[in-house]
């Protein structure tokens, strides 16, 4: 059997340009270990540079982990339950940081229209009002400087899931607009690191190696969906919120698959953001814990990976656990 780990650097890069690349998204660099599209290097001084305050809250996680999910109840915790200013859109409101390079804008076609809500996510950031919150899938050493040497210390709030449902909702998600190859394919890329933001254990431990501060909390998908109570509970204590138990029911049915499903200020869908004729994937998809199953080509799923094995990476090298897979 094919082990995908020992494929050649010619055959994955193959993978990567004839079917992980566009016009608007014309092949990757590694920058600090972590795999980026190539005009992210035209914005990493602005990034590096972005002024920040103790009073930020960074909202971060590996693409399909639950970000979206945990960007609306940290605004609505750390904005005093506003649920009428809830309505407008989670992009405006938790800006997400790396729209500013996740396109090459010069190169999209011209029958594609980006919508307003996701242009100029920097200046939205700057404009918004104390306590701002942002959101990023970057691993924290690309995060701002004035976070990465301790100048500022705003909180962060970073949220771990299980590599093989991210792998797969990841490769859903990037069929909509560039990919075009297949699942096997993408795990391939998943594997050895080469999708946008890979590779995902290096990813989560930069983030692992912080939990102990204190401006840091790490989080697992998989408890927050098996007790979005005791979720609710922890980032509002993080966030030194006190709640009541009517709010938090009230928060917690909010918060729900379901009712987040059907809120379009946070379900984005990008056949509407894009304004292309067909049908793409909206942000929030399935959300199982396991929905995994039936779904990987058989060799990669045959020895899944349990939350806690997945996310408990300081227990071993990064290589030793990605090979559990």
């Known amino acids: 059997m094919e082990n995908p780990l020992e494929l050649s650097d010619h055959e994955l890069d193959r993978i990567v340009e004839e079917k992980y690349s566009t016009l608007f998204r ?55 339950l506003d649920y009428e200013n809830a309505t407008k859109h989670v992009f405006e409101r938790v800006p997400l940081l790396d729209l500013c390079f996740t396109f090459d804008r010069n190169n999209i076609p011209r029958h594609i229209e980006i919508a307003e809500i996701l242009n100029n996510p ?21 995060l701002p400087k004035e976070i990465q040497n301790g100048e ?60 102990d501060q204190t401006n840091v909390l790490f989080l697992k998908y998989e408890d927050m969906k098996k007790d979005t109570g005791e979720a609710i509970q922890q980032v509002a204590a993080f966030l030194g919120k006190r709640m009541s138990d009517e709010e938090k029911a009230t928060l917690q049915k909010h918060l729900s698959f379901d009712s987040l499903k059907n809120n379009a200020a946070v379900n984005t869908n990008f056949g509407e953001s894009f304004k292309v004729p067909r049908p793409l994937a909206p ?43």
């Open 152 to 211: 500022k210390k705003p909180k962060i709030i970073y949220i771990a899931r299980n590599p093989l449902d991210v792998c797969v909702s990841f490769y859903h998600l990037s069929t909509t607009l560039y990919f075009i190859g297949n699942m096997d394919e993408f795990c391939k890329l998943f594997l050895s690191g080469r999708v946008n933001y890979g590779p995902y254990f290096t990813h989560v431990l930069t983030y692992w190696k912080l939990r």
């Open 122 to 142: 920097i200046g939205r950031f700057k404009s918004l009002p104390n306590p701002r919150c942002v959101r990023t899938h970057l691993p924290f050493q690309l």
């Open 26 to 80: 014309p092949g990757y660099i590694k920058i600090e270990n972590c795999t980026l599209p190539k005009n992210y290097s035209e914005m990493k001084t602005v990034i590096d540079e972005l002024e920040i305050s103790d009073t930020d809250i960074v909202v971060a996680g590996f693409p399909r982990s639950g970000t979206t999910w945990l960007s609306e109840l940290v605004w609505l915790i750390s904005h005093e």
């Open 283 to 325: 942000v929030i998809r399935c959300g199982k814990i396991g929905g995994y199953k039936g779904q990987l080509p058989h060799h990669y799923n045959s020895k899944p990976l349990t939350p806690e094995a997945a996310t408990s990476v300081a227990t071993a090298p990064t290589e030793q656990i990605r090979l559990k897979m």
